[in-house]
Each structure stands twice: as C-alpha cells, then as structure tokens.
C-alpha cells in the first residue's frame, strides 16, 4: 500500500481522468502534453475533470481520510492481524514516525492535486471561450484547491502556500506558510468560489454554490469564528435547497447518489480496466476493504478493515436507526447473509458503505461504485447547532440538532444547558458521520471539552479495559500527535520545509 511521490513531482502536469459518472475517460498519456492543451472550453473541462481526479485517490477519499476514523478511536485497522494496515496502526497507537508512508500518501496525493488546480487557474484565464463557462470552471478548481489546504492544514498545521503552477524553471524549495495564512487563503478560495458558482451544477457532481457555502461553514467552524460559521451554515438551510433524505442509509446507496441531501460528493464507477488499487482508476475500494473479511458478500470476500469497537457502538440509543446501517452486529441480516460476532476482532464491522453483491450494482475485486459524500445536509445542521451553542444560542441550537435527531428516529433533545448540550451535539455528529471521511478525528482535534481540554487528549486516554481492549496505544496521545510529522521524503526534497515540533 505504499505510495510515496516526492514534492518534486509537483512539475509534472497532471491530468489524467474526470470524476463524474457520465464522464469519466481516460485520456492518452502521450495526448496529454501542455503544447495540446489549453486552446478551448474542452481543453479547459479536461484540465478540470484532472483536478477533480486527484480526490478519488487513495490519499485523499478513496482511502487515507476515512482511516482517521481508526486513529480517532472509533475502530481498530482490523483485518488480517499484524501486518495488515502497519501505517494506520502506527497512526493510531500515536508512534507514527516522518517516514509513515500512509502520511505521505495524504501529503503528495493532496499536492498533486494542487498542482492540477494551478494548472487550470494558471492556464484557462487565457482560453478564448464562454466567460460564464470560465468563471464556473475557475470557481471550481477555487473550491478543489481549498479543500485540499483544508485538509493539509488541519493535518499537518503549517505547510508550503503553493499559488501557482510550479515548473522545473524555478526553485521548488517552497517554506511553509503559518496556519493563519493558509486559512485566509482557504476562506478567500471558497469565498470567490461561492459567488461565481451555480446553485446547480451543469454536470452532476461538480462544486456548486451551496458546497462552497457549507465548507466555508467548516471552515469557520474549525477556527472557532462561531458567528461566521453560523451564517453560513444559516444561508446553507435557507438556501431551500437541501433536505435531509427520509432514510440515513439513502445516503449510502449506489443507486441514490447525489441527492437532496448532498452538497458535494467524489463521484466513483465501476471502471472496467482496473480496481482500487490503481491510481489511475474511477473506482472506489472502500466496500471490499469494510466488508467482513472472507464474509463473501463483496466481490473479493471482504477485508474486514475498520472494525468499529465495543466503546463506540455502546455510544448509540435504544432505537437509533443509523446503528444498522453503520455497523454490523451479531445476528444482523443481509439478504441472506447473518452477521456473526466471530467475524472481526471486535465483534463489529462497518457496514456503511458496503456494496453487496446481492445489490445488483456493477462490482468487482476492489472495484465498486459507491460515491464518498464529503459534505452532506446533516452535517451542516450540526454546524449550524453548534455555532449557534458557542455563542450562548442554546434553545436556538436545539432546532437543527433535533431535525438530525427525529430522522434517526430519536426523541428531542430540550435541555439549554451551554455544557450538556456541547457534548450531546459532539456525540451526535460522532454517531451520523461515523466513519465519514476522518471527521471524528478532525472533531477531536479542533474542539474542546467542558474543563477546555482538547477533546483528543481527554478523550482517546479513556479507550482501554473494559471499553475497548483493543487500544492498545491509545494512552500514547500527546500534543505532538495532534499534528502528523512532515514526511521525511519531502524534507530530504525540499530543504526549506521544517518539521512539526517533536518529530
């Protein structure tokens, strides 16, 4: 599973493949020279189509962020034993090292990435076509380049601002940008995103304005400027476009994607010529990893990774209707599949995403079409619920949470107590994107608990007999382990990036 790119590849020219179903082509290698490229509106949707590839990768969603569940005490890698995962295990007993190869596959996935956006930004400014059409498509790779930043700089905190495409002609040795600038780098993205883009994307699965929105809600939200979030996760809901789904698991099925519920989704197929294991393939892998292992009900039998923990399912209410579609339990059926305890570590596995054969889509080894939801409706009353707490809003920020609450079938929440309804918020977003894309574990590290620690260092010490024999390196945790190392590889690339205090 190793897959390291140094940060001198960021001179290549990277666009290879679209990410949405109705037009996911592979386009030639060797058709794809800078010299044949950027003299019209196709040229401009294929670079983009590029940029957008770099999130359906395994170090962006088609793997590495929803492993920071594991990290986050939600689940252990799981598995084949020992030797499967070693660099998610190494994360989440906090001994990860500068040269975890699992980091560096978030970092150099992100930065490719970044390096596609460049492109467009740089580039389709000068192609002679529809101005409209131009300022969507920039507008979009905007809303990519900052959720790439996003990503790098809860993770890694400071990290090299990079604006412009890079060529060989310059100096790649890039410093790192305190964390201030690259949220104010983020925030003007997504704010220029949010006035240029529709309210409704020509193709399916693009950034729309309602995604840049709702991101920039997050990203409020990550650096505490509750009024700010509250907005616009306010102008999210009044929008009228967005509703929850009547059923949790809608929102985890092939067939159901991309709904009222949805603000921005990585779209996925089944690709024919390759599975998950490909960095070049459309597909998405997270079925065959999640399935219980040799359970047979995934094309390749299933791997049993992410295994949830006896901690976090014990966190659910009697009757909370999300419990069976996030996990398997002893006893829960699948057609005609039965669920034994006996077939994970745990006695659990994720049953979230999981695309059975039984369900009639198109799947293979490694290679199903599920879509990774990335923000979602549910997610943005949370927000709204919890920037609304922040400020003393308490009885205002029962409204949201409860419209979360009343679709898992539980019952409302009443209490206005600043503290109690803190943690009742925390554990609700813990439980509806459980398992989604490292949220828990950004969670964690971003907010704090009733006495002001930093949820993750009160929290993950707490994970051990009887809760969850499992995590075994969990009291490891430390304020070093808040921030991942930069990896080694880069530095010994880049002589102007520093690394992370501790490492």
């Known amino acids: 599973m190793k897959k390291i790119f140094p940060l001198l590849s960021l001179g290549l020219l990277l666009l290879s493949t679209g990410c949405e179903k109705e037009f996911l082509e592979k386009q030639p290698k060797n058709d794809l020279a800078a010299e044949n490229f950027y003299k019209d509106e196709a040229d401009a949707q294929r670079a983009l189509n590029g940029a957008y590839h770099g999130l359906q990768k395994s170090g962006c969603f088609r793997m590495r962020l929803w492993t920071l569940d594991i990290v986050a005490g939600n689940s ?17 007993n906090f001994a990860t090292t500068t040269a975890n190869p699992g980091v560096a596959d978030i970092w150099s996935t992100h930065y490719q990435t970044i390096l596609a956006v460049n492109v467009v930004l740089d580039r389709v400014p000068a192609i002679s076509m529809d101005a409209a059409r131009r300022d969507v498509i920039l507008g979009e790779a905007r809303f990519l380049r900052a959720l790439c930043y996003f990503d790098l ?40 995103a949010e006035q240029v883009l529709p309210a409704q994307a020509a193709i ?22 509750w009024a700010d979030a509250a907005t616009k996760a306010q102008e999210v809901v009044g929008s009228g476009t967005y509703s929850l789904n009547s059923s949790f698991a809608t929102n985890f099925n092939p067939a159901t994607e991309n709904g009222p519920e949805s603000l921005f989704e990585v779209q996925y197929a089944f690709d024919p010529n390759s599975n998950g294991f490909s960095g070049d393939a459309v597909c998405n892998s997270r079925s065959e990893f999640m399935g219980p292992r040799s359970a047979n009900i995934t094309p390749g039998g299933g791997f049993g990774w992410n295994q949830p923990t ?22 829960d059926q699948l057609g005609s599949f039965t669920y034994s305890a006996n077939s994970s570590i745990t006695g659990f596995n994720t049953r979230k995403f999981v695309v059975p054969i039984s369900s009639g889509a198109q799947t293979a080894f490694a290679n199903d079409p599920l879509n990774t939801v990335v923000l979602r409706y549910a997610d943005v ?19 949201p949470l409860n419209l979360v609450r009343t679709r898992a079938g539980l019952p409302a929440l009443s209490t206005t107590n600043q503290a109690t309804l803190r943690d009742a918020i925390m554990k609700e977003r813990r439980l509806e994107l459980a398992f989604e894309n490292g949220e828990r574990w950004f969670d964690l590290i971003r907010s704090k608990d009733n006495s002001g620690q930093v949820r993750a260092l009160s929290f993950l010490p707490t994970l051990g007999t009887p809760n969850d024999p499992y995590g075994v390196g969990r009291g490891n945790i430390s304020a070093k382990f808040l921030l991942l190392p930069i990896p080694q590889n880069e530095r010994d690339n880049n002589s102007a990036i520093d690394q992370n205090p501790g490492y």
């Open 381 to 399: 009353l949370l927000m709204l619920a919890e920037a609304r707490n922040e400020q003393g809003q308490s009885a205002d920020a029962l409204d």
């Open 204 to 225: 399916v699965g693009h950034a729309t304005k309602g995604a840049a929105k709702g991101m920039l809600a997050k990203v409020y939200l990550t650096q505490n400027k």
């Open 76 to 92: 252990i890698v799981g598995a084949g034993g020992a030797g499967d995962g070693q660099e998610t295990q190494q994360m989440a």
């Open 153 to 192: 700089v809860r993770l890694f905190g400071k990290v090299p601002l990079i604006l412009t495409q890079q060529t060989t002609r310059e100096s790649l040795n890039v410093g790192r940008a305190s964390v201030a600038d690259v949220y104010r780098q983020i925030e003007q993205d997504l704010a220029l």
């Open 310 to 331: 006896a901690e976090f399912v014990s966190q659910f209410e009697t009757g909370d209707l999300r419990k069976p579609v996030t996990v398997f339990a002893n006893g």
